[in-house]
Nanobody, 125 residues
Framework: QVQLVESGGGLVQAGDSLRLSCAASGRTFSRYNMGWFRQAPGKEREFVAGIRWSANSLYYADSVKGRFTISRDNAKNTVYLQMNNLKPEDTAVYYC??????????????????WGQGTQVTVSS
């Protein structure tokens, strides 16, 4: 069992930055592929960024490329999402998720086994 706890959300203005953190329990965090997803009101949950267990491959949605950076610190059991130049359309609840099957990296939410409770990010114009 893995527990994920997100933090770092908040209310910011367009152009500002935020860094989200996701702390994981358990000793096997370093074996999981990790992803960040977001869900805006009335919309489906969508992939934002992902990182393989070894951190040697990073993945981004086109909408955040060049603005968001995902990273992980396996010694701290934590994955981060640095979000720069935030836009109003980035407003959503952000979730981190862990996938135990590391053979292929996936971006569909149903491929992930564990989820955090989410943290709200609101970007005002």
């Amino acid at each position: 069992q893995v527990q994920l706890v997100e933090s770092g959300g908040g209310l910011v203005q367009a152009g500002d930055s935020l860094r989200l953190s996701c702390a994981a329990s358990g000793r096997t965090f370093s074996r999981y592929n990790m992803g960040w997803f977001r869900q805006a009101p009335g919309k489906e949950r969508e992939f934002v960024a992902g990182i393989r267990w070894s951190a040697n491959s990073l993945y981004y949605a086109d909408s955040v490329k060049g603005r968001f950076t995902i990273s992980r610190d396996n010694a701290k059991n934590t994955v981060y999402l640095q979000m720069n130049n935030l836009k109003p359309e980035d407003t959503a609840v952000y979730y981190c998720a862990a996938r135990t099957d590391i053979t292929v990296f996936g971006t569909r939410p149903n491929l992930y086994d564990y989820w955090g409770q989410g943290t709200q990010v609101t970007v005002s114009s």
